[in-house]
């Protein structure tokens, strides 16, 4: 699986995250604020790929193209 970075997001692609939450990618325009809706009704959720910034998701919270 190809690990999500702030140099290769897409929108529409679908992510999973490492409790196995299936969701895709709805917006991805501002780095702070990656939007990411889970399949089945599991709700959606936030992430932030931008670098030096204290909630950056990257190593504590990474997603992965699925």
Same mark, same amino acid.
């Not at 604020?33 to 931008?50: E, K, P, Q, R």
């Given at each position: 699986?190809?690990?999500?970075?702030?140099?290769?997001?897409?929108?529409?692609?679908? *992510? !999973?995250?490492?409790?196995? !939450?299936?969701?895709? !990618?709805? +917006? =991805?325009?501002?780095?702070?604020?990656?939007? *990411? !809706?889970? %399949?089945?009704?599991?709700?959606?959720?936030?992430? =932030?790929? *931008?670098?030096? =910034?204290?909630?950056?998701?990257? +190593? %504590?919270?990474?997603? /992965? /193209?699925?």
């Amino acid at each position: 699986m190809e690990l999500v970075t702030r140099t290769n997001l897409e929108k529409g692609r679908k *992510v !999973i995250d490492e409790d196995n !939450i299936i969701g895709t !990618i709805e +917006k =991805c325009d501002n780095l702070h604020d990656v939007y *990411v !809706i889970h %399949d089945n009704d599991m709700g959606s959720a936030l992430y =932030c790929f *931008v670098e030096d =910034c204290e909630e950056n998701s990257e +190593k %504590d919270y990474p997603i /992965y /193209y699925k």
